[in-house]
């Protein structure tokens, strides 16, 4: 899938390079380049924006306050892909927000975590990396670990 590791053998304090014009994120550890993964970021119209972050929270299980499915009581999907800013609510359904697993917060609702990558931007903001490769920036991150953004 276009990704590589070798961060289990590189030292060095993390930091984070997202590439959009790439679609690509990358791991260094003391400035040396120890891994890397395909990602999906924002589409037009929810675009990521580029500049200077730090990662600001980690969760390992977050789900999404905006972006889901509107499910009934037996967890049958009534409507999916909501935004529930945006789409009224059916009678009898409760709200149930997308699954962002290893989410590392960067900026305001925005993160990385793991997602579908469809090969090109299409997400509300976040950046989505593979499985495997969410789970690994996830243990190798911490909050403070610094995040550049380029276009």
Same mark, same amino acid.
């Not at 590589?4 to 053998?9: C, H, Y």
């Not at 791991?27 to 037009?44: N, R, T």
């Not at 972006?67 to 009534?78: H, L, M």
């Not at 925005?110 to 976040?126: D, E, I, K």
């Given at each position: ?12 304090? *993390? ?5 959009? =014009?790439?679609? #690509?994120? %990358? ?22 924006? *580029? ?15 905006? %972006?889901?499915? %509107? ?5 049958? +999907?009534? &409507? ?23 989410? #590392?917060? +960067?900026?305001? =609702?925005?993160? #990385? ?7 090109? &931007? ?18 190798? +991150?911490?909050?403070?670990? *610094? +995040?550049?953004?380029?276009?």
């Amino acid at each position: 899938d276009g990704s590589f590791w070798n961060a289990d053998e590189v030292q060095g304090k *993390p930091s984070i390079f997202i590439s959009l =014009g790439e679609q #690509m994120v %990358y791991l260094f550890k003391g400035g040396q380049l120890a891994g890397g993964s395909p990602i999906s970021s924002g589409a037009e119209g929810y675009d990521t924006r *580029p500049g200077r972050y730090r990662i600001m929270e980690k969760d390992i299980d977050h789900k999404s306050s905006i %972006y889901g499915d %509107y499910e009934d009581s037996a967890g049958n +999907v009534i &409507a999916q892909n909501i935004d529930n800013r945006k789409d009224p609510r059916p009678p009898g359904t409760r709200f149930e927000g997308a699954k962002m697993y290893y989410f #590392m917060r +960067v900026y305001g =609702g925005v993160g #990385m975590h793991q997602g579908y990558l469809p090969g090109y &931007a299409a997400s509300h903001g976040c950046i989505r990396l593979p499985g495997h490769m969410a789970e690994k920036f996830f243990r190798e +991150v911490h909050v403070g670990t *610094p +995040v550049e953004i380029v276009p």
